[in-house]
């Protein structure tokens, strides 16, 4: 990980790199080929690609021990992914699935881009997506409880705040669990879903207006 972090800007240019080529061959394999069981895939591969990306910046911030530029842009990365990053990606599906159909000379589809909602109808609908990815983080880590069990070094913790201090700027995986890869993969999963839920309860408490259009 010393070497990564040596060259830290290089491997998150080749991260970036490796997103939007995963993200085409989603969609080339999924709509030219028709091969929907491959192209979940690259799908996977494209959300391997955040969470190692999510991993760099925190091990970042561990090796440094402050908030730095390169942190700052990580941020802006996840938080545009959980945000703006769905409509474009919807967005950048219907126009694959029109642009194949026309170039295969097959109808084109009738389809059309995501509907933007506003206030109460966009907050929930943040909110659903939130409850599924706390439903998967959930279950995920039910089953490495079941796995590896819980950390023996629960016996030293003092309080709530002592354990959040130890997860977190603990330099050493060693909570929640028995297995200090499991912990790794728990802390930066943990921290991208306070992003998402933050952002999530953003458009509660800043509803998202709708645009008014200016008619001459």
Partial sequence: ???ILEH??????AAEVFFWISILSFLVVRYWFNMKTLSVVFFTLFIVNDLWIATMGFMDYLR???FTSYQVVILVI???AL???KTDFKRLDVFIQKKVAKWKGEPIPDLSGPIGLHGKAKAIQEMKHFSIHLLIFGVIHGILFFLFGLSTEFDQ???LSHFFSEWFSGKQALLPFDNASANNFSRIWSLVLIIDGVTSLSYTIFPKSERKTVSS
Avoid: S
């Fill in 1 to 3: 990980m010393d070497f």
């Fill in 8 to 13: 830290k800007w290089a491997f998150l240019i």
């Fill in 64 to 66: 440094t021990g402050n």
């Fill in 78 to 80: 996840i938080v545009y």
């Fill in 83 to 85: 945000t703006y990053g």
């Fill in 157 to 159: 913790i003092n309080g």
